[in-house]
């Protein structure tokens, strides 16, 4: 991704992408020297508004010295991955502010100008709010209800609430359940890949052992064709 440009503006989008960092979010920070430019990984500590932007000093035990890289003043590069319908990297510009030592090490930086992204998936989805129920798939068992957001003919990504009591495993095999307009069943089987948790949500990535073309003609019922 090329270095970013200052343009004036952000759209409701852009904000809202930027406002899906929570405490906590895993960050690459971009930072330059007079000799060398490289890339740390830092986290997102918060923001005061469109006031400012905090993070949490790089690790220098890790990273090594950065204090010729971060200073007041200097512009820095932020990337993260944005793991909502879209699945994209996320990055733009801001310049330190203030640095705080105690009682934590902080970068206050400057509220970005503009964003870019880039999507990680490399095949469309298409977006969706579909309830399904999911199964286990060795004993035919319901697991629980679920969301599903988006759908490609590879895999999907459904939603459980985080009080939910049941909910998938990692690399567990699952059937999911879904009803077209006509009320008839289809069901796609697939294994839960990896999972991501805000606030109230856990969210799972599910790669579909079901074969492209039965995908197809599901999401063509469901009216949810990708291309």
Not at 11 to 25: L, Q, V
Not at 49 to 59: A, E, K, S, V, Y
Not at 100 to 115: V, W
Request: charged content about 25%.
């Amino acid at each position: 991704m090329a270095i970013l440009q200052d343009t004036s503006g952000l759209t409701n989008e852009d904000f809202r992408k930027i406002r899906m960092m929570r405490p906590g979010t895993p960050i690459d920070l971009q930072v330059t020297s007079a000799s060398n430019t490289k890339r740390v990984r830092t986290e997102f500590v918060g923001m005061d508004g469109t006031r400012c932007m905090i993070i949490r000093f790089p690790d220098e035990s890790k990273w090594g010295s950065l204090r010729e890289s971060i200073f007041t003043d200097k512009n820095l590069i932020i990337r993260y991955i944005l793991e909502d319908d879209a699945g994209e990297i996320i990055a733009f510009k801001v310049k330190v502010t203030l640095i705080l030592t105690k009682p934590s090490h902080l970068i206050f930086t400057s509220f970005p100008l503009s964003i870019q992204s880039h999507d990680l998936r490399a095949e469309p989805r298409a977006q969706t709010r579909t309830l399904v129920i999911l199964r286990n798939a060795e004993n035919n068992m319901d697991i629980t209800q679920c969301l599903v957001r988006d759908i490609s003919l590879k895999g999907c990504r459904i939603s459980i609430e985080k009080n939910s009591v049941s909910r998938p495993s990692l690399k567990q095999d699952v059937v999911m359940k879904f009803t077209d307009a006509n009320g008839d069943e289809l069901l796609l089987k697939g294994t839960v890949m990896n999972s991501k948790t805000d606030e109230v949500t856990v969210f799972f990535g599910i790669k579909f052992e079901t074969p492209e073309d039965e995908v197809a003609l599901l999401l063509q019922k469901m009216m949810l064709a990708t291309s």
